[in-house]
Structure formats: C-alpha cells, structure tokens
C-alpha cells in the first residue's frame, strides 16, 4: 500500500527502527523507512546457517548489554533475553588466557599468585615509565592501565590488526572499553542487563517494524530517492554523513571486518564463543564459533560453523563498521556537523549518521532522546524540526 508518510526513515538499523517503532505507535504517524539492503535490521541483522542451522551474526557478533533501565524496559517490549554472559579468551604465545585482562590473566601471564594489592602494585611499577604523566593517546593510555608486557602481549599486535593505524593516532577511548579488573571476574561487560534475543536477532528486529503504520521498502537507496522526500516530509537520516553530502568536505575513514566463514566437522571447534588471536603470526584478530551463544538450543549439528574476522580500511564499497576517527576525520566531522545542523527537516542519527562508535544499547538509547526532544515536540506541538545537528 502507498501510504503519503508522515515520517521518512532512511536505514533500518536499530536507530532508525527505533525511531519509526515510536512515531508510529506513539504518535500515529505513518513512516515510510528505506532501507538498500535487502533486509531490514541493519548490523545486527542474524540468520540461520544454511548448512548447520546455527545461528550466524551475519555483520559480526552482537551481544546485547546495558545498564540503561529505560532501554532495558523498551527491547523488552520485542523480545525476552536469555541469560547469556559474554566471556572471552585470548590465545598468546600458545596459551590460552581469560579476558578481559583480570587477575587469573595477570597470575597467569606472570606465573604468579599475587593477590589483588601485589597485582595492582606490580602494574603501577610497571606503568611507571610514564612518569605520571596523563596519557593522550592508545598505547599512553593502555600502558597505564597494564603496564607495558601485557599491552605488548594482548593488546598491540591485536590493534595493529584490527586497525592498522598508528596506536599514538588512536583515540585513548578505544581501550577504555576494555575493563581491567583485580579480581578473576571474567565478564567481559559491567553492563546491569546483559542476555541474547531468545528467538534470535532477526524477529526481534523484525518485531519493532511490525506495525500497521510503518511501511519498510528494502532495497531502496535513499540516494536515487531523495528529491521525492527531502523538503517536503521530515527526514531521520542513518546513513553515513559524509555521503549525505557527497563527500563534500573528504570521506571519512572506516574500517570493515571481513568474516571468513567455515563449516568445521566437529560439534565443538573452541569450546567458547570467542577466543582472539593478539599475537603477529595470526592473520586474523579472532575466532567466533556461533553456537556457543546460545548453549540453550538444541542445535542439532554434528557440524559447528565459525567466522575469522580480518580487519581493513574500508573502500568506497564495502560495509562501513568501526570509524577510525583521527584527528583529521574529527577536524573534517566538525565540517559536517555545521552543514547537518543547516539542513531544515533532516535529522541525522545512529552510527553512521553520528560517525560514533554505538553499541546496540547506545542507538537505541539516543533515539528514544531524539524522539522525545525533537520529533515529539514537532509532531505533537508543532515545534520546528530544525538544528537536528548530527549530535542530536
Ligand atoms: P546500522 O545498524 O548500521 O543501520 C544503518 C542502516 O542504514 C543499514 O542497514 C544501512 O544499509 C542503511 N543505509 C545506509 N545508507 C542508506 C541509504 N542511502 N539508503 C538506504 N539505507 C541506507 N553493539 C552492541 O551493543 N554489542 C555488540 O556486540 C556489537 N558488536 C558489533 C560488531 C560489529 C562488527 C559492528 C560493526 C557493530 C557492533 N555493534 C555492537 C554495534 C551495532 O551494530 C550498532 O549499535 C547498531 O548497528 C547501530 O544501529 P544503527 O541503526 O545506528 O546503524
Ligand atoms: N583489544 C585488544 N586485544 C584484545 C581485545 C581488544 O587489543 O584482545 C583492543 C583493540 O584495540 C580493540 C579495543 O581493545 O579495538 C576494543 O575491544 P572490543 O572487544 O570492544 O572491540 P570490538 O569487539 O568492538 O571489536
């Protein structure tokens, strides 16, 4: 059915879904989202392995964590969680270690058994050769947090792979996202909320469209589009920035993961869902063998498929995942931001839109603001939908 849409929505991740899930329900606006893929759900986007029947993160792993409540309540709404905990190891020098980086892989790695005081005193001195000084950048940063041997051993080959980018040009965020913990817990999140889609990643995605007001075209690029919409019906834009403006003012650098998959004839191939390769002589950053996340299911396999994940820069033409964000990609942003903000009607959002590394909870979390601080205010009470800026 041609609906005339209220709303336009370009990209069906979960910040564009997100945002027509809420204008259609909430509202009772008709939202018309455009997606180029041929599916809906953007990078979260899973299905069934055609050969074992396992369910496979077709973009990459996504575990779902937050400590967001009002995020927590909302997905539940589409789906229930499993109790899944995301653990990971991490195989150096022929051993096999717990990440993140905790006290059984500092015991481990230095053949010792420190208590958590010993440990903690072992890295300040190992740490100490920054003098105090406040780290700026990766490597300042990640030896301060776990000296300089176990950043040699875990963490800098690792990041020469996966981003192939001089470490002092890396933001200092990075590894931040890691967790290094005194203790042996070995949880990779200190999210609240932590679990899988029961049903998978697929129909809970598919759930959030599922609404008589929300039409989803797949397929479609925005691109050869937007001259129907733009200016003459509000736009929420998810797509990358910098193509918006056809990469006006430089492209931004991405990089993108490419995933080498196998069927491997054993039912068990690494006893864990993901085990990382920091060392050099590894091409790959790491192993994920699927079925390891949901140990609830009864795959009924003798067979297990697994993917490698080899980082690169990304080309015009490939899937756009991590961005790199150095100072020259933060310098060209600001110019974009300027000219997001200038553009009456179109807001832009999600992780392309924002150049921001996201997890699924962060998109979400940012439009459920976007909805209640701009659209709603439009919508309902007749506000300008202006000065969206690309940090809405
Ligand atoms: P996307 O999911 O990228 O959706 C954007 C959509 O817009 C895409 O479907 C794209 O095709 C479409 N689009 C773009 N341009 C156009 C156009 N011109 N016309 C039409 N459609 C267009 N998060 C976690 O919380 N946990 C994890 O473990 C995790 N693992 C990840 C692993 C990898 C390898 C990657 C890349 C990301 C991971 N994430 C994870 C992050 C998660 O994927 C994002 O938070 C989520 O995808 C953000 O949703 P989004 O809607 O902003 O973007
Ligand atoms: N990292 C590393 N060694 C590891 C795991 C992570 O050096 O075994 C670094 C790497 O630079 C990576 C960052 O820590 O990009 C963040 O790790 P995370 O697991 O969050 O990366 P992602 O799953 O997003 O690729």
């Not at 001195?125 to 003098?131: D, I, K, Y």
């Not at 490698?308 to 942003?333: G, I, Q």
């Not at 009470?381 to 940090?391: I, K, R, Y």
Request: charged residues 25%; negative net charge.
């Amino acid at each position: 059915p041609d609906l005339a849409p209220d709303l336009v929505v370009v990209g069906a991740g979960f910040f564009g879904l997100t945002i027509a899930e809420r204008c259609a329900a909430e509202l009772d606006l008709k939202v018309l989202v455009l997606e180029r893929r041929e599916h809906l759900g953007g990078n979260a986007w899973s299905e069934a392995d055609p050969d074992t029947g396992i369910e496979v993160h077709k973009y990459g792993a996504h575990l779902f964590h937050t400590s967001n409540a009002k995020v927590w309540e909302y997905v539940n709404r589409f789906t229930d969680f499993t109790g899944y905990q995301h653990r990971v190891y991490s195989q150096h020098g022929g051993e096999v270690y717990p990440l993140p980086i905790n006290l059984g892989t500092i015991n481990q790695f230095f053949r010792s058994a420190h208590s958590p005081a010993q440990a903690r005193e072992l890295i300040a001195e190992q740490a100490s050769e920054l003098g105090g000084k406040e780290p700026e950048n990766f490597v300042e940063k990640g030896v301060s947090l776990i000296g300089r041997p176990l950043y040699e051993a875990f963490i800098a080959h690792y990041t020469a792979k996966q981003w192939q980018t001089d470490p002092e040009k890396l933001s200092a965020d990075i590894i931040t996202r890691l967790p290094v913990r005194y203790t042996y817990d070995n949880r990779y999140f200190n999210d609240t909320y932590e679990g899988l889609p029961v049903d998978g990643y697929a129909a809970w995605l598919e759930r959030m469209a599922d609404h008589p007001n929300i039409e989803v075209r797949t397929g479609v690029d925005f691109r050869e589009h937007r001259e129907e919409y733009v200016g003459r019906v509000p736009v929420v834009y998810t797509g990358p920035v910098d193509e918006y403006f056809d990469h006006d003012e430089g492209r931004l650098s991405w990089r993108t993961v490419d995933f080498e998959r196998e069927v491997v004839d054993t039912p068990d191939f690494q006893g864990c869902p993901v085990m990382n390769y920091p060392d050099a002589d590894a091409p790959y950053t790491r192993i994920i063998e699927f079925r390891h996340f949901h140990p609830e299911r009864d795959y009924d396999s003798e067979q297990t498929v697994i993917f490698k994940e080899f980082s690169r820069f990304a080309e015009d033409t490939d899937e756009p995942y991590y961005p790199v964000n150095t100072p020259e990609d933060r310098a060209m942003l600001m110019r974009y931001r300027d000219r997001a903000k200038a553009e009456d009607n179109v807001l832009f959002g999600g992780r392309l839109g924002t150049y921001k590394y996201l997890d699924m909870h962060m998109a979400i979390g940012s439009a459920l603001s976007m909805f209640e601080n701009k659209l709603r205010p439009h919508f309902a009470d007749g506000e300008a939908l202006t000065s969206g800026g690309v940090d809405a």
